[in-house]
């Protein structure tokens, strides 16, 4: 039987035609435009479009009676300028034209880049091991300048055990003047004057010779290479500082622990600049000094204020002195001083 329902209209007539079009409908503009119609065209009965609802004939009409659509003037440039930036996103780095707003220049490859950060890691590496070998060679040079003082407390003892546990001494100048002649400039001195240093004589020399005089060098002194092609001993090249035996206080070897005997040269007599008493021995660059006290002990200090009661063995007077003739004198046996 027959479908009674009536057949539903594909071109429904409500609205205007400025609602909008159904799918149907824009389907059928899209054929009559297709077809080369003219916008305006009267849709008429007879030209195979028959069925042409009235609202599609009002929108040709109103199509015909609108002004016509024109381009921006600058459409084509924005055109332009949008392929060339969609063809520059699409380069290899290394095809990017001039102007390109990449990161790298055109030449730029991988290639390239692996060499720039082989040469970079390269560099930097290399300056850490200079870094690493020098602190190494800082640490062999302190050691080995300790190992200096462990030889010569060896000697202080000997010389200790068979000179009443004294410490090494000669006879004293008859200016009484510690200082070495060169540093005490004009100064009038005796024709038998010696600096302190001197006083260890008896450890490298004569017939006992503890030691060989090379441990008075110490490996870290710039003049130890001079020094060691010298066969004749000179108190001038010894690179380190003696217990001034002027004193009126006469220490003794395997004593109490805290007086130092021997240290790194003091700074005061370098010839250099000094214009505080907490500098280091310019021997190990300033860093520190290697000790040795009267009972034998060696050790590693970074600070002068090693003395008793904690007291800088390169002065003497409170508050210190930088500057000395030769003839000054500690006041008390806690006050000692290290010098040429």
Same mark, same amino acid.
């Given at each position: 039987m027959p479908n009674s329902s009536p057949q539903q209209d594909p071109f429904p007539e409500e609205g &205007?035609?400025?609602?909008?079009?159904?799918?149907?409908e824009a389907t059928f503009v899209?054929?009559?435009? &297709?077809?080369?119609? !003219?916008?305006?065209? !009267?849709?008429v009965p007879g030209d195979g479009h028959d069925a042409a609802p009235r609202r599609i004939r009002a929108v040709f009409e109103a199509l015909a009676q609108s002004p016509a659509l024109a381009a921006p003037g600058d459409l084509a440039a924005r055109t332009m300028a949008r392929i060339r930036k969609e063809k520059v996103q699409s380069l290899p780095i290394g095809e990017l034209p001039r102007g390109g707003k990449r990161r790298f220049r055109p030449g730029w490859n991988a290639h390239k880049m692996n060499i720039f950060f082989t040469v970079a890691a390269a560099s930097i590496l290399l300056v850490i091991v200079v870094s690493r070998l020098i602190q190494? /060679?800082? %640490? +062999?040079? %302190?050691?080995?300048c300790a190992d200096n003082l462990v030889r010569?407390?060896?000697?202080?003892?000997?010389?200790?055990?068979?000179?009443?546990?004294?410490? !090494?001494?000669?006879?004293p100048p008859h200016d009484r003047n510690w200082l070495p002649r060169r540093l005490t400039g004009s100064l009038a001195r005796s024709s038998d004057a010696h600096c302190n240093l001197a006083n260890l004589t008896p450890l490298v020399l004569g017939h006992a010779r503890y030691v060989s005089w090379n441990r008075l060098v110490c490996? +870290?002194?710039?003049? /130890?290479?001079?020094?060691? /092609?010298? %066969?004749r001993l000179s108190w001038r090249r010894v690179s380190y500082s003696y217990?001034?035996?002027?004193?009126?206080?006469?220490?003794?070897?395997?004593? &109490?622990?805290?007086?130092?005997?021997?240290?790194? &040269?003091?700074?005061?007599?370098a010839g250099r600049s000094v214009t505080s008493a907490q500098f280091n021995s310019f021997n190990h660059g300033g860093g520190g000094q290697n000790i040795l006290y009267n009972n034998g002990r060696v050790r590693w200090a970074t600070t002068p204020d090693v003395g008793p009661n904690r007291h800088n063995i390169w002065t003497i007077g409170n508050p210190p002195r930088l500057h000395y003739t030769g003839r000054e004198e500690p006041a008390s046996p806690n006050d000692i001083i290290l010098v040429p």
């Open positions: &205007s035609p400025v609602d909008g079009l159904s799918e149907t899209d054929l009559l435009l &297709s077809e080369g119609r !003219p916008v305006g065209h !009267p849709i190494v /060679r800082t %640490r +062999a040079l %302190r050691t080995a010569l407390a060896g000697a202080f003892g000997q010389y200790a055990a068979a000179n009443a546990n004294q410490l !090494p001494q000669i006879a490996p +870290a002194c710039p003049i /130890r290479t001079f020094a060691a /092609r010298k %066969r217990l001034d035996q002027l004193s009126p206080y006469h220490y003794q070897w395997n004593g &109490s622990g805290n007086i130092v005997v021997l240290a790194d &040269s003091n700074p005061l007599f």
